[in-house]
């Protein structure tokens, strides 16, 4: 039991990624509650599910315009000052937020101006942060781990934090919650300031930003096994991440519920999120992750169907724990694999296109799943998400075999599967190994 435990914390074991962890993990509690309290407080004041998208995509597409760019400059930049830099403004945007909702004055536009801005610093600071995890962990063979923990303490907050607000958002109403969430970037802030690294020095010196852009895509788009991830993320987070959006529409109108049933639900997905988690971070190898992300898109899937039909609360909270379970730990996964495969003087554009596929896509889907829960509800709406989650599934597992293939050289190269002499391996040796891979 110990010998497992270890194995699935050994990143913490790194003093700068141990400071990070926990620092991060406070600041998400209050990134969570934020963004209950954002769709409740959207929801309340106009009980329009077509503004929860509009809000939705507001606050998402600057991921899609500008994520591409910032991971030219995490290329370039110092990371770590990037990431105090994107913390200390998400500060500001959320304090500012919390002024106007306590003093009484929030109006429609300034969420969307509000939500708009936040996606400007979240889109600079999603592909920073992924790339500067690398930074904090001195043997890439512990990579995995620390981002399977990172995804756990994501999926801690986001288990605690949306019940928080749902208790909170009835007692004293949604402002408190995102003056809270100001105060939780206070501990990752000291966190970063705290940490002691490396001098870095960026490899890409081209001179225009452009056609490091254009390299960055190339390089993406050649490598089958990179550009295979990216298109089922892309997909899942164009059909199937949405569903966010609407939880205020299922709590209220569906389930008949208040604030605490939507934190309910947040924190049920949240629940199945952190068990998804943990399972990758107890995970000693990267090998057979292909097929996890099969696995991840079906749970994925069906979690979204069946919560589309279910009309009682106790079978949506199951459900949402699978929805839960397949999205982050098809994120998770994805997230890891990119990693170990990628070259490192292009972590930060190839980081930057695994943005642009989860929340890139997303405000896209928001608009249309808003646009489409006007016209035939949000139930029919999720079930289409949800089945196209498992078209793309298929697909991806017609491919997996060619892939696999295409990424045993690099895993042989890091040492992280053996490479075996010609003419010594017989053909069951071959098929087995093979089968170990999937």
Not at 293 to 301: A, K
Request: some cysteine; hydrophobic content about 50%.
């Amino acid at each position: 039991m110990m010998s497992r435990l270890t194995t699935a914390t050994r990143a913490l074991h790194y003093r700068n990624f141990r400071l990070f962890f926990f620092g991060q993990g406070i600041s998400l509690v209050g990134t969570w509650m934020q963004r209950v309290a954002l769709g409740w407080l959207v929801y309340s004041m106009t009980g329009s599910a077509f503004l929860l998208g509009i809000v939705g995509f507001v606050g998402q597409l600057p991921t899609f315009l500008f994520t591409p760019f910032a991971g030219v400059l995490a290329d370039r930049l110092n990371r770590h000052r990037m990431v105090i830099f994107t913390q200390t403004m998400a500060m500001v945007q959320a304090s500012i937020l919390a002024g106007l909702v306590l003093t009484d004055r929030i109006q429609i536009w300034h969420v969307l101006v509000l939500s708009g801005l936040l996606g400007i610093i979240n889109s600079v600071d999603m592909p920073t942060r992924q790339s500067f995890m690398v930074e904090m962990i001195d043997r890439k063979h512990d990579l995995g781990n620390a981002i399977a923990l990172n995804s756990s303490m994501v999926n801690a907050a986001r288990l605690l934090g949306p019940s928080a607000a749902g208790l909170l958002i009835a007692a004293v109403g949604e402002g408190i919650c995102f003056l809270i969430n100001a105060a939780s970037y206070l501990p990752v802030i000291l966190a970063l300031l705290l940490m002691h690294l490396p001098s870095r020095q960026p490899k890409t010196k081209n001179a225009r930003h452009l056609e490091d852009l254009r390299e960055g895509f190339r390089y993406a788009y050649s490598f089958a096994p990179i550009r295979a991830i990216l298109l089922l993320l892309s997909l899942v987070s164009l059909v199937g991440m949405p569903y966010t959006v609407l939880m205020p529409v299922f709590a209220k109108s569906v389930l008949h519920g208040g604030p605490n049933t939507l934190g309910f639900l947040m924190g049920a997905a949240g629940a199945g999120a952190l068990t998804g988690a943990v399972i990758l971070a107890s995970r000693r190898t990267v090998v057979g992750l292909g097929r996890w992300l099969v696995t991840t898109s079906l749970i994925l899937g069906i979690g979204l169907l069946s919560f589309s039909f279910s009309r009682t609360l106790i079978l949506s909270l199951l459900f949402m724990v699978f929805t839960g379970f397949g999205m982050i730990s098809l994120m998770a996964t994805s997230n890891t694999v990119l990693q170990t495969i990628v070259e490192d003087d292009k972590r930060g554009r190839v980081m930057s296109f695994y943005t642009v596929s989860i929340m890139g896509m997303s405000p896209f889907g928001s608009l249309l799943f808003g646009s489409l829960a006007d016209r035939i509800g949000a139930p029919a709406t999720l079930a289409i998400g949800g089945a196209l989650c498992l078209g793309g599934a298929g697909i991806f597992y017609r491919r997996l075999p060619a892939l696999r293939e295409m990424v045993r050289p690099i895993y042989v190269k890091m040492g992280i599967i053996p490479e075996i002499a010609t003419g010594l391996q017989s053909a069951s040796e071959l098929t087995i190994h093979n089968k170990n891979l999937s």
